[in-house]
């Protein structure tokens, strides 16, 4: 897939410019307990809200089938967008309140990965558009009335569980787990089953990588910089990334984006899966 001329990224200032844009479509993508009421109780004006769990992914009976959030079927992601008012030419920002580590990421891969042009993060998220005075707004929005988006298939590249096992611990290829330190090792595991990380994966938490102190990310030299060094002289094509769920690991895609890389592949079902699957499990605990 061919790099995408619109810069995968907008700052708070750039967005409050185009704030009156009629292609404008914004999306509130914060996570949480009482979600639901916390964004009809304050959201960016006009910004529609979606659901990680419910809209962006098909989350199976069982979780080894596909891990915790597997993507959804092209057909329901396709009714979504429609469901949103959102057209092909429309210019789509996406927002959370994670520095775009939880679901405002994942959907901008998605979107990428369908073939929409206009799609950018809002770096810094809310808390940059609230220090900007970017207008909030409470109770339900409207979303415009369109035809259904036609998707033909996802145009970006992806690695199945198997094939990640096939090529982790080949040194022509590269497998990346952006999940923290302490999970990657095998210490703690919060959410899945069992702790630890796939045999040959390198360790590169996506939080002290990609990000600054105030939860922006990085410059694109830098971060372009970073990347080269960890990929060395690997084509893009043999590099994997992934981390709990295959959400996370689309924020180092995006950082990758940013800074003018081409996107590598992506593991969606991620440790969520692997690990549900009597696959090899590797720590850094010493017995």
């Known amino acids: 897939m061919s790099k995408k001329t619109i810069k995968p990224l907008i700052s708070a200032e750039e967005l409050l410019t185009i704030r009156q844009n009629k292609n404008l479509v914004l999306i509130d993508t914060r996570m949480g307990k009482d979600i639901t009421a916390t964004y009809l109780e304050n959201h960016l004006k006009g910004a529609l809200h979606v659901h990680l769990n419910n809209d962006l992914s098909d989350i199976k009976e069982n979780l080894a089938n596909g891990g915790r959030h597997p993507l959804p079927s092209i057909e329901k992601f396709s009714k979504i967008l429609t469901d949103l008012g959102i057209s ?3 210019h789509i920002v996406i927002y959370d309140d994670k520095s775009a580590a939880i679901a405002s990421a994942r959907l901008w891969w998605m979107l990428t990965a369908i073939g929409h042009e206009k799609v950018q993060v809002l770096n810094g998220g809310l808390k940059e558009a ?3 005075g970017y207008p909030t707004s409470s109770g339900k929005e409207t979303p415009a009335k369109v035809a259904p988006y036609s998707i033909a298939n996802w145009k970006l590249p992806m690695k199945t569980m198997n094939e990640v096992e096939k090529i982790s611990q080949d040194n022509d290829y590269l497998v990346i787990d952006v999940r923290a330190k302490e999970r990657y090792n095998g210490e703690v595991e919060p959410i899945d089953l069992i702790a630890g990380h796939i045999p040959g994966a390198t360790n590169i938490p996506f939080t002290s990588t990609n990000l600054d102190e105030n939860g922006l990310y990085l410059e694109p030299s830098i971060l372009k910089e970073k990347y080269e060094k960890i990929i060395g002289s690997k084509p893009m094509e043999n590099v994997t990334i992934h981390c709990g769920s295959g959400v996370t690991a689309c924020h180092t895609l995006l950082a990758m984006a940013h800074a003018n890389l081409e996107i590598p592949n992506l593991y969606v079902g ?8 009597n696959k090899t499990i590797a720590t850094n605990i010493k017995q």
Do not use: A, F
Not at 270 to 277: G, T, Y
């Open 130 to 132: 609230l220090r900007v």
């Open 88 to 90: 092909p030419d429309n």
């Open 270 to 277: 991620s440790w969520s899966e692997w690990s549900r699957n």
